[in-house]
């Protein structure tokens, strides 16, 4: 089983189709909107919010299609996730993110959550 940290559209489907309440936060990446998808990419002084969802290796793979990891508009990495929890001190976790390739940065999200955008 894989955490994959999901931060824009993927975020319904943690929360069965919901809006979701972001419950993680991902340090270090600033949000960007492009229209009807948002992406991210490396930012130290940047946070964004997202709940994660917890696949197999075939639904990762269907997440790789759908993120068009193979096209090259998204990367999949590995990064640590903070749950932001009501109280006191907890480890991050280890999940993928999908990070964007383009050099392009339309609109920032500077909240950080595609809900509260």
């Known amino acids: 089983m894989h955490n994959v940290f999901v931060y824009g559209t993927l975020r319904t489907i943690a929360s069965g189709g919901k809006l979701p309440e972001a419950n993680y936060m991902l340090s270090g990446f600033q949000m960007y909107d492009y229209g009807k998808f948002p992406y991210i990419v490396p930012d130290p ?14 639904d990762l793979a269907q997440l790789d299609k759908y993120e068009n990891v193979s096209g090259g508009l998204y990367t999949r990495e590995e990064v ?3 749950p932001m929890a009501v109280i006191g001190d907890v480890p991050t976790v280890k999940a993928f993110v999908y990070v964007a390739t383009s050099e392009l940065h339309p609109k920032k999200v500077t909240s950080g959550d595609w809900f509260r955008r």
């Open 80 to 82: 640590d996730v903070q």
């Open 45 to 58: 002084d940047a946070a964004v919010y997202g709940n994660m969802l917890v696949v197999n290796d075939e």
